[in-house]
């Protein structure tokens, strides 16, 4: 069974930074895609980053490329999301997602797991 918990999130002046975590379990990450979501109220969710370490791949959303991070440690079964250099617009709910590879981008998948979300606010 696939589960996802993420943390990290928190309250930033822009400008600053944040490392969200999302530990997950039941499946071995090398033949899943995984993903950052986000969602301010109001607003549909955005895909923010993805991952398929299987490929070696990563994806960033252009609001975001350049500041943003993502990553996972295979000893700690945790994916990453380094957020730097935040602005307002960052804002949101940030949900952690996964779904089983099955060749192709990452970008395509109706992800069929997610966790329980972690909030980011950030102030001007």
């Known amino acids: 069974q696939v589960q996802l918990v993420e943390s990290g999130g928190g309250s930033v002046q822009a400008g600053g930074s944040l490392r969200l975590s999302c530990a997950f379990s039941g499946f071995y990450y090398m033949r899943y895609c995984m993903a950052w979501f986000r969602q301010a109220p109001g607003k549909e969710r955005e895909g923010v980053a993805h991952i398929h370490a299987g490929g070696g791949s990563t994806y960033y959303h252009d609001s975001v490329a350049g500041r943003f991070t993502i990553s996972q440690d295979s000893a700690k079964n945790t994916m990453y999301l380094q957020m730097n250099s935040l602005k307002p617009e960052d804002s949101g709910m940030y949900y952690c997602?996964?779904?089983?590879?099955?060749?192709?981008?990452?970008?395509?998948?109706?992800?069929?797991?997610w966790g329980q979300g972690t909030q980011v606010t950030v102030s001007s």
């Open positions: 997602a996964a779904a089983e590879y099955i060749g192709i981008s990452c970008g395509n998948y109706d992800y069929d797991s």
